[in-house]
């Protein structure tokens, strides 16, 4: 007797039309298949689905050139489907889950015709974790096949986890004929459910990253009692050995992977690897928070990774460990057959391809590898990768950082005086935006705990769900906001950042040990500058100064900001961030 999986997958199939159905077991003999047929047999275009690099000088590493209108998320033609709009609040856009459901089937009827339908048996998290879920993806490329197998632990053991249950995570994915009019990404909370068409690009097609592990699991988590947050996850190891662990919320393109690959500037200070993207957040048996990252790959933008910026993800992307690397919408240097992007380094090669695949010399209008081009590379072949990435409880966290993209107003950084008020300081978290999403860039937008575009509910009850959580944590983690991006007067970063944000972080890390003090302002607590270490670093005083400065004057169109975000949650808003508000305007009045 078929079992419910088998039952779900065989109405899919009806419906989708493809000519076969695959079953993968995420093993390394499949992927290498895969990577051939998507070099041999399928394309996009023109173009096949995967190109062979270097794999002298980029072990493991292909090429994929997406369609030109399908580059980057598409938030506006994602939607969450709760039965009522209220449940979905101002944050996201919603559809009634019966007009999504037939708006869908019509486009997915005969969707898969001529291609083959892989049935992607997956797990985010540890599979002995009590914290991670058992998924199934059903797509149509080889590209979101082999992407699914870095990202997330790819296994047929997962079949028998699910055996006879019907509550597993279903995701039903298929590139359609590529027309951004009949693209749509649908989610379906209550079922567990996320329904993609017309897009191959990473987060509207690999199911298992931004729709189940932040929309969908941040649901979950609202219903279960934990948070799933678009955090990194990292462990700062000091002089003596010891570890402190702490998550930190950045939008896209803010630095995160960089943060969470740290190079350390400061002698005997180490960061250890444990996520770039997501974290799942669980009270543990002890009262602390609890982190583990369910995936187990790096979804990252290339243009400005460098030697310089982050060179352990260079060594990462070199790495031979786990197959295979992706590169996707980064330019080709002919003569050596390598990726290339803009800030990689200095020499423009001769002989470039654009994203596109077309011949690029500067000065050209647009960039030779498309701003949001990105590599898919498995977090195992990171030389940082932290000894508890596979320990089933994950990690107890000591700290939160919430940051953004300003370039004025908002110090390098700011310590909460409690659970509380640092869930009033996310909630306000603005940031310019980047290429990363559909936008004018460096258009200021708030984005409380960058999670804007994922959370899969009401954020007005988000922000209560967080304040739940700290009255129900014995240990609650400080929570910090942070802002590498300050500028000058003349518009150039005044903190020199990448590495050097370790001196950032060991102030962070001495503040939940008690051994270092603070200076209160109407923000939060900032460090006495005698506390920050700043040896070797050339920064004049004035400018040191800035990066802490408030003035109160600056803030009146912020707070008015702000207060207009506020309002549109209306009743859903807690009173205690109302209060916290209230409380920072009178205090920028005392200047």
């Given at each position: 007797m078929a079992t419910p999986l088998e039952k779900w997958v065989e109405e899919q199939a009806k419906l989708c039309q493809p000519d076969k159905v695959y079953w993968c077991d995420g093993s390394e003999e499949e992927a290498?298949?895969?990577?051939?047929?998507?070099?041999?047999?399928?394309?996009?275009?023109?173009?096949?689905?995967?190109?062979?690099?270097?794999?002298n000088l980029w072990p493991n590493a292909y090429l994929h050139r997406s369609h030109p209108t399908d580059v980057a998320r598409t938030e506006h033609l994602t939607f969450v489907c709760h039965p009522d709009k209220d449940t979905a609040g101002p944050?996201?856009?919603?559809?009634?889950?019966?007009?999504?459901?037939?708006?869908?089937?019509?486009?997915?009827?005969g969707c898969m015709k001529g291609r083959t339908m892989y049935v992607l048996p997956y797990m985010m998290g540890h599979p002995?974790?009590?914290y991670s879920k058992a998924c199934i993806q059903l797509t149509d490329v080889s590209y979101v096949a082999v992407s699914m197998r870095i990202m997330t632990r790819m296994t047929k053991k997962v079949i028998e986890k699910i055996g006879n249950r019907d509550d597993f995570v279903k995701g039903l994915h298929s590139v359609g004929d590529f027309d951004p009019n009949k693209r749509f990404i649908m989610h379906f909370p209550d079922e567990h459910f996320v329904w993609s068409i017309g897009s191959g690009y990473g987060g509207n097609a690999l199911l298992g990253k931004k729709c189940f592990s932040l929309r969908i699991a941040s649901y979950l988590g609202l219903q279960e009692g934990w948070l799933a947050e678009h955090m990194v996850i990292l462990g700062i190891e000091d002089p003596e050995g010891n570890i402190t662990y702490i998550t930190a919320a950045m939008p896209s393109a803010c630095g995160k992977t960089n943060l969470a690959m740290l190079q350390s500037t400061l002698p005997g200070y180490k960061v250890w690897t444990l996520g770039d993207d997501i974290a799942w957040l669980n009270i543990g048996p002890d009262g602390r928070l609890w982190a583990i990252n369910p995936e187990t790959g790096l979804f990252g933008v290339?243009?400005?990774?460098?030697?310089?910026?982050?060179?352990?993800?260079?060594?990462?992307?070199?790495?031979?460990?786990?197959?295979?690397?992706?590169?996707?919408?980064?330019?080709l240097n002919v003569d050596t057959n390598e990726p290339w992007w803009e800030g990689l380094d200095t020499n423009i090669p001769k002989n470039l391809l654009d994203w596109q695949g077309k011949p690029w010399q500067p000065p050209a209008e647009t960039k030779a590898a498309h701003p949001n081009s990105r590599?898919?590379?498995?977090?195992?072949?990171?030389?940082?990768?932290?000894?508890?990435?596979?320990?089933?409880?994950?990690?107890?966290?000591s700290a939160i950082i919430l940051g953004g993209r300003r370039t004025q107003l908002i110090p390098l950084v700011v310590e909460a005086f409690d659970w509380e008020h640092g869930v009033f300081s996310g909630a306000r978290t603005g940031s310019e935006t980047t290429a990363a999403a559909i936008h004018k860039e460096g258009v200021l937008r708030r984005d409380p705990m960058a999670m804007l575009p994922f959370c899969g509910y009401n954020m007005g009850d988000y922000f209560r769900h967080w304040l739940n959580i700290g009255k129900r944590l014995k240990h609650p983690p400080k929570i910090y906001t942070v802002n590498w991006f300050r500028s000058d007067d003349e518009g150039k970063f005044i903190w020199p950042g990448f590495g050097e944000n370790i001196r950032?972080?060991?102030?962070?890390?001495?503040?939940?040990?008690?051994?270092?003090?603070?200076?209160?302002?109407?923000?939060g607590n900032i460090p006495h500058l005698k506390d920050l270490n700043l040896d070797g670093l050339d920064i004049p005083e004035a400018k040191l100064n800035k990066l802490f400065e408030i003035n109160p004057n600056q803030w009146q169109n912020e707070l008015a900001d702000i207060k207009k975000f506020f309002e549109q949650f209306g009743q859903h808003l807690p009173e205690e961030l109302w209060q916290h508000y209230y409380n920072l305007e009178k205090a920028l009045q005392r200047g």
């Open positions: 290498r298949r895969l990577i051939e047929i998507g070099m041999k047999k399928e394309k996009i275009g023109d173009n096949p689905i995967f190109q062979e690099l270097n794999q944050n996201n856009n919603w559809m009634h889950p019966d007009e999504a459901k037939e708006k869908m089937r019509k486009l997915s009827n002995d974790s009590p290339a243009p400005g990774t460098s030697l310089k910026t982050n060179p352990n993800m260079l060594i990462t992307l070199k790495g031979k460990k786990f197959y295979p690397t992706l590169f996707t919408n980064t330019a590599f898919t590379v498995s977090i195992y072949n990171s030389p940082t990768l932290s000894k508890e990435f596979d320990n089933p409880k994950g990690v107890p966290i950032v972080l060991k102030w962070i890390v001495e503040r939940t040990q008690n051994k270092v003090g603070a200076r209160e302002t109407p923000l």
